[in-house]
């Protein structure tokens, strides 16, 4: 589980983030809402190691990771798809996936046919550049990429952002799959509302730096979420 207990985050002298907990389960999806500029994105970051707490506890499976660079978690299981998909314009698709190779032993340095399972048309673009995709399929690849680190812990910021209608239907599958499939916390980072209330096994929704309304989605109002999230 990934226990995020009292966090403070700061970019100078702002504050970005003010006690936030968050908790992730094995098997669950759990979806942060909230409005533009609320601290989304820098939670995630905390999360992954590239923003460094001032405060609070990031547990992972029992371990302590707050201290541990970037890709240190990596080693450990905790994959991320950026905000803005970042893969590499002038990599083929295949180099942009062996990137993830670096997360993971020698032994383990092969890119799963389930990923092509998952998102078929990469299997037709190995050889194109990644800048030559579509927006909707370099959200794929950025997704496959971190599948290739054989995650036990995905997080994704606002993957539908920018996407058409019918690649956001596939990637919200491919969560759903990853969570039956099991053996892995997912947190999802998200601004469509409905997409992600239909997604979320928990949520968490946010306001000026801080955690303001939190539970599973079965006891969720949804209106009092909507509230929040226009306000």
């Known amino acids: 589980m990934l226990s995020v207990e009292a966090i403070d985050l700061y970019y100078g002298a702002a504050q970005a983030l003010r006690a936030v907990s968050l908790k992730a389960a094995i098997g669950r999806i759990t979806c942060v809402l909230g409005r533009n500029g609320v601290g989304k994105s820098s939670l995630l970051r905390a999360i992954v190691g590239q923003q460094a707490i001032a405060a609070g506890s990031i547990r992972w499976m029992d371990e302590e990771i707050s201290g541990l660079a970037p890709h240190l978690r990596a080693r450990r299981g905790v994959g991320f798809v950026p905000q803005g998909r970042e893969i590499f314009p002038l990599l083929t698709v295949r180099e942009n996936l062996m990137t993830g190779y670096a997360a993971v032993s020698r032994d383990k340095r092969t890119i799963d046919d389930e990923i092509f399972s998952l998102f078929p048309v990469l299997a037709e673009m190995m050889g194109r550049r990644g800048g030559d995709l579509s927006g909707g399929q370099q959200q794929q690849l950025a997704i496959a990429r971190a599948l290739v680190t054989r995650p036990k812990l995905l997080v994704l910021d606002e993957p539908t952002e920018g996407i058409q ?18 053996g892995m916390a997912i947190v999802v980072v998200e601004q469509y509302f409905e997409w992600a209330r239909d997604l979320a096994d928990d949520y968490a929704v946010m306001d000026r730096g801080a955690v303001v309304l939190a539970g599973e989605r079965k006891d969720m109002v949804e209106s009092e979420v909507r509230r929040r999230l226009s306000v």
């Open 165 to 182: 209608p019918s690649i956001i239907r596939d990637i919200g599958n491919a969560i759903r799959y990853l969570r039956q499939r099991g």
